[in-house]
């Protein structure tokens, strides 16, 4: 096969081309005639396109051809605006600077500062004649630090011996030491990280030693136990009042019960194990009203 040799360009101005259509009406037939000028424009419009600098080589392939994409903005594109001389309605404003309130604060510890030097009922030290009084609203600064998840304080009891006797006599515990080594509060907050925040208790086993305040997994997990049991009442009567819900939803995710696998034994080449089920699952199941 012989090699294609290009064409020659031709270029024709609009007023040009504008008279070669006048003289194609009076020679062609009227179906032909439109045809040609309908090849004619087109060439001038595609020949515009590649000379303008702003036009590339995808950009023009998608004038010519089309978009690939199926998103919605270029199969159904957003009608045209009804009148140019039409303004949009002004949004409105939002309250407030963006910046969270010092009231938003709810769970921090709020300290009351008295004035150093006045007091209600004080000469105003401006005027010298009006009388000063309490406002409502006090004026409020935050300050955040940064602190362990668990903080630990550890309490250096002074310890006393008689010379003679050998006797020891130990400072009593503040009142703020409680009695017992970890509080109250530390088990419901392990179970909040765990399973409101996913927080396994290895890594925060990990965060702890780095922050110098040990809190072994074992021991979280423990805490976490003894924690619950305070809300097993709770718990019952979740489920009796999950078991009144006319509609109830199966999760299908899979899981493998370790337990019922040791149980059943290792399985044969091919056959099951004389005994053996499959996998047990264990299906989730919620219930709503």
């Not at 419901?188 to 780095?210: A, E, I, K, S, V």
């Not at 199966?250 to 044969?268: C, F, H, I, W, Y």
């Amino acid at each position: 096969m012989a090699k294609s040799t290009a064409p020659e360009i031709v270029t024709l101005s609009p007023a040009q081309l504008e008279e070669l259509l006048a003289k194609l009406a009076g020679l062609l037939p009227g179906e032909i005639c439109q045809l040609v000028e309908k090849l004619l424009r087109t060439l001038q419009w595609l020949m515009g396109a590649i000379e303008a600098k702003d036009t590339t080589i995808g950009r023009l392939a998608r004038l010519v051809f089309g978009a690939k994409t199926e998103k919605t903005s270029q199969l159904f594109p957003r009608p045209p605006p009804a009148s140019s001389q039409t303004t949009a309605a002004p949004q409105p404003k939002h309250k407030g600077h963006g910046r969270t309130a010092a009231a938003d604060y709810t769970g921090a510890k709020r300290v009351k500062v008295p004035h150093p030097q006045l007091r209600s009922g004080d000469l105003c030290p401006d005027c010298k004649q009006g009388k000063l009084y309490v406002l409502k609203q006090p004026a409020q600064i935050v300050r955040i630090t940064a602190q362990a998840l668990f903080a630990a304080t550890r309490f250096e009891l002074e310890k006393l011996r008689c010379k003679l006797c050998g006797r020891l006599f130990t400072a009593p515990a503040p009142p703020e030491a409680g009695l017992g080594k970890y509080d109250l509060g530390v088990g419901p907050m392990l179970g909040y990280l765990r399973f409101g925040g996913g927080l396994p208790h290895y890594r925060l086993d990990r965060m702890q030693t780095d922050l110098r305040v040990r809190l072994p997994a074992s021991t979280q997990w423990e805490l976490m136990a003894q924690a619950g049991h305070a809300l097993e009442p709770v718990h019952e009567a979740l489920i009796t009042l999950a078991a009144q819900g006319k509609l109830i939803h199966n999760d299908d995710t899979t899981m493998r019960v370790q337990s019922l696998a040791k149980e059943a034994g290792p399985p044969l080449k091919g056959k099951s194990a004389p005994g053996s089920s499959p996998p047990a699952l264990s299906p989730r199941w919620r219930a709503t009203r």
